[in-house]
T-cell receptor, first 115, second 113 residues
Framework: DGGITQSPKYLFRKEGQNVTLSCEQN?????MYWYRQDPGQGLRLIYY???????QKGDIAEGYSVSREKKESFPLTVTSAQKNPTAFYLC??????????????FGSGTRLTVV | SQQGEEDPQALSIQEGENATMNCSYK?????LQWYRQNSGRGLVHLIL?????REKHSGRLRVTLDTSKKSSSLLITASRAADTASYFC?????????????FGTGTQLKVEL
């Protein structure tokens, strides 16, 4: 079955550590996205990529980094510069087709906690 | 930035009743989408309505879009306990860069037996 896999499901980070969240899709989608969700809040865009080897900052990119070396993979690194990283992180992918628009397929999320 | 605002923030109804939630947004859009999120899970795409459409149906879901008022509504008819979830609207702004979506703050729906 096609879909998006996020791992790990739960992640604990010590102060000052960098951690990397994995996101893999086998839907052959060109675009991939990372969102952050805080309790009781909506989703805020961190980074997105519409093609391999290219990505753009979203609304809250500070303290995060990404890479897009393969179409299937879009890992997110939460660096020590991110002051408040405890949150639920969601990865998504979609077809890119101009203004017509297509729905996103989401992964099941990674819950990151700073300890 | 949060483009969409859902109203109400929370809604509690009895099974079999209809549930209506609203979304308002600020800028011109190419399309508007609704998603469902069960607690602690990823979001699931429900329906997409384009800016030149006024109404769309999918099963028990009915979505309307009023671009002059910059608002949309999602109606779930004959609700079931399994519909209990958070519902988010998301907008694709004109000139926003491909299919980049901005999500609202969500409506928490509870359907009681």
């Amino acid at each position: 079955d096609g879909g998006i896999t996020q791992s790990p499901k739960y992640l604990f980070r010590k102060e000052g550590q960098n951690v990397t969240l994995s996101c893999e899709q086998n839907l052959n989608h060109d675009a991939m996205y990372w969102y952050r969700q805080d309790p009781g809040q909506g989703l805020r865009l961190i980074y997105y990529s519409q093609i391999v080897n290219d990505f753009q900052k979203g609304d809250i990119a500070e303290g995060y980094s990404v890479s897009r070396e393969k179409k299937e993979s879009f890992p997110l690194t939460v660096t020590s510069a991110q002051k408040n990283p405890t949150a639920f992180y969601l990865c998504a992918s979609s077809i890119v087709a101009g203004f017509k628009g297509y729905g996103y397929t989401f992964g099941s999320g990674t819950r990151l906690t700073v300890v | 930035s949060q483009q969409g605002e859902e109203d109400p923030q929370a809604l509690s109804i009895q099974e079999g009743e209809n549930a209506t939630m609203n979304c308002s947004y600020k800028t011109s859009i190419n399309n508007l989408q609704w998603y469902r999120q069960n607690s602690g899970r990823g979001l699931v795409h429900l329906i997409l309505i384009r800016s030149n459409e006024r109404e769309k149906h999918s099963g028990r879901l009915r979505v309307t879009l009023d671009t002059s008022k910059k608002s949309s509504s999602l109606l779930i008819t004959a609700s079931r306990a399994a519909d209990t979830a958070s519902y988010f609207c998301a907008t694709a702004p004109v000139g926003g860069g491909g299919n980049k979506l901005t999500f609202g703050t969500g409506t928490q729906l509870k359907v009681e037996l």
